[in-house]
């Protein structure tokens, strides 16, 4: 990311996130995971691996497994805060 640039990100660090692409919910047995990275897709390589353009931001979440995997964001949903 260049200097001054924002990266679109709808989630913070530690969000409880529901899973929408159901290939991976059904590969991972998991629908829920938590937000624990994000990082902007910065190479044309990166930007064809995961379907989105460059600029696009990829979240790392980690499953109830204790395991991590990459998604772009707009595969994910924010599980509202059921304390607020």
């Known amino acids: 990311m260049a200097a001054g640039e924002q990266m679109n990100n709808?989630?913070?660090w530690g969000d409880e996130v529901r899973i929408l692409?159901?290939?991976v919910v059904a590969e991972q047995g998991y629908g829920v995971a938590s937000v624990c990275g994000f990082r902007v897709v910065d190479h044309e390589s990166t930007a064809?691996?995961?379907g989105v353009s460059l600029?696009?931001?990829l979240v790392?979440?980690?499953l109830p497994s204790g395991e991590s995997l990459e998604l772009p964001a707009g595969k994910?949903?924010?599980i509202p805060?059921?304390?607020a």
């Open 10 to 12: 709808p989630f913070e």
């Open 21 to 23: 692409d159901p290939a």
């Open 48 to 50: 064809r691996e995961f």
């Open 55 to 57: 600029g696009a931001c």
């Open 60 to 62: 790392l979440i980690e």
């Open 76 to 78: 994910l949903e924010l």
């Open 81 to 83: 805060d059921q304390l």
